[in-house]
């Protein structure tokens, strides 16, 4: 089954079978939260529940690729009557850190509260969690070098579950970063210092699986599968390849509106990027690149880390 975030076609999709669902059983427009949030809808007797137990299973048919379940959380978020609220407040903000407070993570209880999905609370709260440490982009040398140290000491302690540390934990310790970048920076970072190898992801990485990255037969970055495009030969998971797909992207998509243009568009577009920059380094260097000794050209992968 396919996971992560539903592209644009899909959520049409999706939102076309439910409409689809109203008129092949004579159901008003009206309707469609009725149906949608029956418990939330139950008294109203407009609808009667049982009649329409294959409303679920019908719908996520549409998209045969995507569980039942992940269909479900998609069409409910779209459809949901508190998702269109606007931008949250600060009088919003310091309630969440309240009501968090109060309930803990009772992300339905608190969205009801303040008039919001509880999925949109729990991802607002974790964004205010992320504001809150004062580190950001490129790890500096200070911090890496007592990120090891911490590491190290956790791993003597037997403070690792499941072969990683709490990250909780550490990012407590660090004082400057948040669970979410002490996880991104081990899980890309992490051959450096537990197995001693070195293999920085560099330019020339980016400007291979870019290529292989245009050749696929795919509508959306949601249709990617990572594994076409990686090299076997290098260390690097499938996160670290879509992560750095992310950082490239948000870097070089500001010069053209990339909204009215395709995936493979972008990529292109990109590629020809990456292919200036590369010549252009060749051409000052004027010698032989040693990638791993060039600092120009090494590429940091937690560089942009949030």
């Known amino acids: 089954m396919k996971k992560g975030p539903f592209s644009n076609d899909e959520k049409k999709t999706l939102k076309n079978a439910v409409y689809n669902y109203l008129e092949l059983n004579n159901i008003d427009k009206s309707l469609v939260l009725n149906l949608v949030f ?5 008294d109203d007797n407009a609808l009667d529940p049982k009649q329409h137990r294959d409303f679920w299973k019908y719908v996520s048919q549409s998209l045969p690729n995507r569980s039942l379940e992940s269909s479900y ?54 964004l205010l969690q992320k504001r809150n440490f004062s580190g950001e982009g490129v790890w500096s040398e200070e911090e ?20 990683m540390p709490v990250f909780s934990v550490l990012s407590e310790r660090m004082k400057t970063r948040s669970p979410k970048q002490c996880y991104v920076h081990w899980i890309s970072s992490k051959d450096d210092f537990v197995n ?92 032989n690149i040693v990638v791993e000794d060039n600092e120009e050209l090494n590429y940091n992968i937690n560089q942009s880390d949030e």
């Not at 069409?75 to 968090?100: Q, S």
């Not at 109060?102 to 919001?116: Q, T």
């Not at 007592?146 to 499941?162: G, H, P, R, S």
């Open 38 to 42: 029956k418990k939330q809808y139950k």
């Open 73 to 126: 959380r998609c069409v409910t978020r779209m459809f949901h009557p508190d998702n269109f609220n606007g931008k949250f407040t600060d009088n919003d903000d310091k309630m969440i850190i309240r009501l968090y407070a109060l309930y803990g993570p009772s992300w339905k209880k608190i969205g009801e509260m303040i008039g919001r999905m509880g999925t949109a609370v729990k991802d607002r709260y974790q």
């Open 196 to 287: 001693g190898n070195k293999c920085p992801f560099t330019i020339f990485d980016r400007q291979e699986y870019l290529e292989k990255l245009s050749k696929l037969k795919v509508q959306d970055e949601t249709q990617v599968n990572w594994k076409k495009v990686t090299n076997p030969s290098k260390p690097w998971s499938l996160r670290i390849y879509s992560r750095d797909w992310m950082i490239t992207k948000k870097r070089y998509l500001n010069d053209i509106d990339y909204k009215d243009k395709t995936f493979i568009e972008c990529v292109n577009f990109i590629l020809k990027k990456v292919n200036s920059l590369i010549i252009d380094l060749v051409n000052e260097s004027n010698q």
């Open 144 to 163: 890496s070098k007592l990120f090891v140290e911490i590491i190290q000491d956790m791993k003597k302690n037997n403070k690792f579950v499941n072969g």
